[in-house]
């Protein structure tokens, strides 16, 4: 069982569904409105354990109620707490989410406490991997990767600028294809993963193209926690000595069947899961 550390963000969703987005200055009226469990360092630790992998989370929550609800299903599922920090005074992170009638979304995320997150070496000491996200300070992610004594993963999201000196220590960075044209060198990461939605992705090694896949085809419900899911089973099939083009499909994958269901963590696959639909 391959041994993850994941240093990222909590939330808690707050959704609304539209039958479809909203121009900028427009207002439109939701079908509904509800809470759910998030944050991709939160979901892409619930991922890889729901796919097989023993995960423990670094991670900041406030001492409010939010906090308790925000880490319920990683508790239920068996996620490690032991990195955890409870910061006195204040809030749990949040995100606003709004998803149309075909599952795109648009997302605005409030910190909280993601933005006082600090990585110590005890937090990732002895992982075979650690995945990190930009959910949380520049400080913890660079924390992770000079850290870390196995396969480094990062999810560049939300985007914004990374150092040469960061990518360097990085083994593979997750992105779209927004990201990947936001973000300058990131192909002096080891590798780096571009996601396109339907249209599937592709692995670069040393600049190039070393695999391609596309996702089976599915009915797109909510997208919202589509790239935690391909994140996580990419790394974990990875770490499983999965060749790239195998490794790559089976992450493609995991990100459509976590399109088919609403909510963020609600919606991630187990490994039976995803077994049956490959």
Known sequence: MPRIA???SVNIDLVARVHRLPAPGESLAAGDLCRVPGGKGANQALAARRLGAEVNLVAAVGDDAAGDEAL?????DGVGLDGLRR???RSTGHAVIIVDDSGETMIVAAAGANATLQVGPDDVRGADAVLTVLGVPDTAVAAAAEQASGLVVLNA????????????????????TAEYAAIDGLDAAGAVAVTAGAEGAVLRRGGKEVARAEPPPIDAVDGTAAGDAFTAALTVALLDGAPDSDALRRACAAGALAATKAGAQPSLPTAAELEAVL
């Open 6 to 8: 994941v240093v990222g």
């Open 87 to 89: 910061e006195p005074g």
């Open 72 to 76: 319920a299903l990683l508790r239920q």
């Open 157 to 176: 999201t939300p985007a914004r600028a990374l150092s040469d000196e960061l990518l360097r220590k990085v083994d593979l960075v997750v992105v779209n």
